[in-house]
C-alpha cells in the first residue's frame, strides 16, 4: 500500500498537480472569497525569479507556510535565493497591497525534489519576511492537535482556473492520512497554483487554524484527492516558531 501510495504522489508531483482534475470540475467546486476578510486575507500569492506561482499563508508575525517545491528552480535544478521570492497579499488581477521580500528560509528535513516520492511529508517551507508585517495583518495559526477523519476543511488558493483571485472550496473534509499522520488527503478540489495553500480548519469556537499545506493530487481509488503536508509533520510547527 505505502509503494502504491509513493507512486501516486509522485505522478501528481510531477504532473504539476492536475492529475484527473480539470479547471471545468474544479469551477464548479470553488467560489472566489473576499480578500479583506479574514482568514482569506493571510492568504497570499508567491512569486519566484523562475517565474513560477504558488499560493502561501501567513502563520507567524513575519512567517509564511507555503510548498517547498514551489520555491525549487527545476531548470537549474536549485532552490531560489531568499531574495528573490516574493509573497503578494490582497492581490487581485495583477494589483495588491502589499510586497514582502524574504530574509531565509527552511524546509522540510531531507526533502529532495529529484525525489519527491521519498520524503512527501517534507515537502513544506517556512519563509521569514524580511521586514515587519505590522500589526494590521492578523496570521493563522498552526493546528497542534491531532487531524481528524471527516472534519470539514476549506482550500483557498490561486488555481490555475482563476490565477489573479483567491478562489476557495469551502466544503470539503478530510478523508484520512498516511505517513503516521503527516500527509493528510482531503476531497478539497485543487488545480496547479494551489501548491503551498493553507487547508484550514475551525474549531469549536469558530477560530481559524492551517491544519495542512497543499503540494500535490492524485488518484486513490479512482477518485482525485488532494494531498496536503500536516502542520503536524516533523520539524514545521518549530520552524514558524522562529523569529
Known amino acids: 500500500m505505502r509503494l502504491c501510495w509513493l507512486l501516486m504522489y509522485c505522478l501528481a508531483t510531477l504532473a504539476g498537480a492536475t492529475v484527473s482534475v480539470t479547471a471545468t470540475e474544479n469551477i464548479d467546486h ?26 502561501g499563508s501567513l502563520v507567524g508575525p513575519n512567517k509564511v507556510l507555503t510548498a517547498a517545491h514551489c520555491i525549487f528552480n527545476a531548470r537549474t535544478r536549485h532552490f531560489i535565493r531568499p531574495e528573490l521570492i516574493h509573497f503578494l497579499l490582497g ?18 528535513p531531507g526533502y529532495d525534489p529529484a525525489a519527491a516520492a521519498k520524503t512527501p511529508a517534507s515537502d513544506w517551507a517556512v519563509l521569514t519576511i524580511s521586514t515587519s508585517l505590522g500589526e494590521e ?3 493563522l495559526d498552526l493546528t497542534r492537535g491531532p487531524i481528524m477523519k471527516n472534519a470539514p476543511v476549506m482550500l483557498p488558493g490561486f488555481a490555475q482556473d482563476h490565477a489573479f483571485v483567491v478562489t476557495a472550496d469551502t466544503d470539503c473534509h478530510i478523508v484520512g492520512t498516511y505517513e503516521a499522520g503527516s500527509l493528510i488527503v482531503s476531497d478539497c478540489f485543487a488545480l496547479h497554483g494551489d501548491s503551498g495553500a493553507p487547508i484550514i480548519a475551525a474549531d469549536a469556537d469558530g477560530k481559524f ?8 493530487v492524485a488518484q486513490i481509488g479512482g477518485v482525485p484527492r488532494s494531498i496536503a ?7 514545521l510547527y518549530n520552524a514558524v516558531g522562529r523569529h
Open 209 to 216: 487554524h492551517v491544519v495542512g499545506v497543499q503540494t500535490a
Open 229 to 235: 503536508v500536516a502542520a503536524t509533520s516533523p520539524g
Open 91 to 108: 492581490y487581485v488581477g495583477g494589483r495588491y497591497r502589499a510586497n514582502f521580500i524574504m530574509r531565509h528560509y527552511e524546509i522540510g
Open 137 to 139: 495583518v492578523r496570521p
Open 30 to 55: 470553488r467560489a472566489r472569497v473576499d480578500i479583506n476578510a479574514y482568514p482569506w486575507s493571510s492568504v497570499g500569492k508567491i512569486y519566484n525569479s523562475a517565474g513560477g506561482s504558488c499560493t
